[in-house]
């Protein structure tokens, strides 16, 4: 395998393997982020083929792990932890994508002879891998849980939003270049952020599909916690946030 699509195959695993862990936390995985830890382990992968075995040792895997939950965003030695083991699971779990397609092809265990078509279809099933979590955590409330809202978008002064939301296990409206999970605003809460709104969301309801307009705010909070996501508007009377912004441990009465 040629030095350029061994680094092409680790680079792409990488990214996907970052964006299966921020979809687990529900954060943003920003690309400017990413990009240089998806580096820094395709090199070491690259180093580690190339003679410094050392970096396959479970302690140094490990190592880099730590290393590379710091492209995900959060504070404290709570998100640190909780970062690493979506990593790490994350990891697993497209490790585990691309052995079942090496199984099915009759090459598991000649890698890195493999070639980039394993791991290529390993990564595109990995990409898939988001949407069905956000469905997996929808489900840990139950439908017409209460939660308080807050949001704070730019301007001068900055517009402050506050009500609360229903959690809606239905909404699994995403962002489909950030994947982040978008909580649904009515209109009439700020007509002109609404005018402001210019990110498409894709929907489909009963009657069809259709577009959302959503908003990048500065800040989010649900039931006091710092959460990413965007705020799409709508001619709805409720406010909608997705159930995988939410946990029981953020439920309110």
């Not at 965007?230 to 009377?237: G, N, P, Q």
Request: glycine share 8%; net charge positive; aromatic share 6%.
């Amino acid at each position: 395998m040629y030095i350029e699509v061994f680094l092409l195959d680790n680079l792409l695993m990488n990214l996907l393997v970052l964006r299966l862990a921020s979809a687990m936390l529900s954060v943003k995985s920003a690309g400017k982020r990413t990009v240089p830890f998806a580096a820094l382990g395709a090199a070491c992968a690259a180093l580690g083929a190339g003679g410094a075995s050392f970096l396959f040792t479970a302690p140094a895997k490990l190592a880099l792990t730590l290393v590379m939950s710091f492209a995900l965003p959060g504070r404290g030695l709570r998100a640190r932890a909780l970062a690493f083991l979506a990593l790490l699971f994350s990891a697993f779990t497209a490790g585990g994508a691309v052995l079942l397609v090496q199984l099915l092809a009759g090459r598991a265990g000649s890698f890195p002879s493999t070639g980039s078509g394993a791991l290529l279809i390993g990564a595109v099933f990995t990409a898939f891998l988001p949407h069905i979590i956000r469905r997996i955590l929808s489900r840990r409330l139950p439908e017409g849980s209460t939660v308080r809202f807050e949001a704070e978008f730019s301007g001068d002064p900055p517009v402050l939003i506050e009500c609360a939301a229903l959690v809606d296990t239905g909404n699994l409206l995403t962002e489909p270049v950030s994947a982040l999970p978008v909580i649904v605003l009515p209109k009439r809460l700020s007509p002109a952020l609404a005018e402001k709104a210019g990110i498409p969301i894709p929907i489909r309801t009963a009657s069809g599909s259709g577009l959302l307009f959503a908003i990048r705010p500065r800040r989010v909070l649900v039931n006091g916690e710092s959460v990413s996501a965007l705020v799409a508007f709508s001619a709805s009377r409720t406010a909608l946030v997705p159930a995988c912004l939410a946990s029981t441990e953020r439920k309110s009465a």
